[in-house]
């Protein structure tokens, strides 16, 4: 009888980020959000060059933590999950331990979509979600073997999600979503009339 085994893992780290009604408030998050992205004049110019639909302050404001109480409450909610992750990564780290390098907010409205990307530099990665309105759109997950797999056929429908190349997940507001960095990701459109709102975040 033939044996198959699974050698390797892409792992997804999932969680509330906070316990509901202990820590982060989502509504004073959600208006943090709201206020700095109306304030961030650089971050609009930025994503008007660029053609990003919606807001990031990825390239304009990189002190989140330091600028508002709030982003430092989710640095160290974070700082938490990270290390769990880390743990059950497996990675020794000696005395070391990762540090946030980066923390950054996206608001997509109708229409928008974030396109397929890594984030180099980093060595876990992801996103915490603060508004998830109905319709909106799913995070897109893609098998990090696909540009290997040349004349490999479609996978069936009923096939396991371990054999798809690509998952979808729809995260609930208040949950964090983390993986290694090397992992390709993409938002397909919000199909929802109100913004999707998360802050996501690289730690190296």
Same mark, same amino acid.
């Not at 404001?61 to 989710?74: E, H, I, T």
């Not at 974070?78 to 005395?95: E, M, N, Q, T, Y």
């Not at 997950?141 to 069936?156: A, G, Y």
């Given at each position: 009888?033939?044996?198959?085994?699974?050698l390797f893992?892409?792992?997804?780290?999932?969680a &509330?980020?906070?316990?509901?009604g202990?820590?982060?408030?989502?509504?004073?998050?959600?208006d943090?959000?709201?206020? @700095?992205a109306?304030?961030?004049?650089?971050g609009q110019?930025?994503?008007?060059?660029?053609?990003?639909?919606?807001?990031?302050?990825y390239a304009?404001l !990189?002190?989140?933590a330091?600028?508002?109480?709030?982003?430092?409450?989710?640095? &160290?909610?974070?700082?938490?999950?990270?290390?769990?992750?880390a743990?059950?990564?497996?990675?020794?780290l000696? &005395?070391?331990?990762?540090?946030?390098?980066?923390?950054?907010i !996206?608001?997509?409205p109708?229409?928008? @979509?974030h396109a397929?990307h890594?984030?180099?530099?980093s060595v876990i990665?992801?996103?915490?979600?603060?508004a =998830?309105?109905?319709? @909106?759109?799913?995070?897109?997950?893609e098998d990090p073997?696909?540009p290997?797999m =040349?004349?490999?056929?479609?996978?069936?429908?009923?096939?396991?999600r371990?054999?798809?190349?690509?998952?979808?997940?729809?995260?609930?507001?208040?949950e964090v979503?983390?993986? +290694?960095?090397w992992?390709?990701?993409?938002v397909?459109? !919000? &199909?929802? +009339?109100?913004d999707?709102?998360?802050?996501s975040f !690289?730690?190296?």
């Amino acid at each position: 009888m033939a044996d198959l085994s699974n050698l390797f893992v892409t792992p997804l780290y999932r969680a &509330r980020l906070t316990e509901k009604g202990r820590g982060i408030d989502l509504a004073e998050l959600e208006d943090e959000c709201l206020a @700095t992205a109306e304030d961030d004049t650089a971050g609009q110019d930025w994503c008007e060059a660029h053609g990003y639909p919606g807001y990031t302050s990825y390239a304009s404001l !990189n002190d989140l933590a330091w600028r508002s109480p709030v982003f430092a409450g989710v640095t &160290r909610a974070l700082d938490k999950h990270v290390a769990a992750f880390a743990d059950l990564l497996g990675f020794d780290l000696g &005395r070391r331990k990762l540090k946030c390098n980066a923390l950054w907010i !996206n608001i997509l409205p109708q229409g928008g @979509t974030h396109a397929s990307h890594i984030h180099p530099h980093s060595v876990i990665s992801g996103t915490t979600y603060v508004a =998830m309105p109905a319709g @909106t759109s799913a995070l897109k997950l893609e098998d990090p073997r696909l540009p290997m797999m =040349m004349m490999s056929p479609l996978r069936r429908k009923d096939a396991g999600r371990e054999l798809q190349p690509f998952v979808y997940l729809t995260p609930e507001a208040g949950e964090v979503l983390m993986w +290694e960095s090397w992992l390709r990701h993409e938002v397909p459109i !919000n &199909r929802s +009339e109100e913004d999707r709102i998360s802050v996501s975040f !690289n730690y190296g």
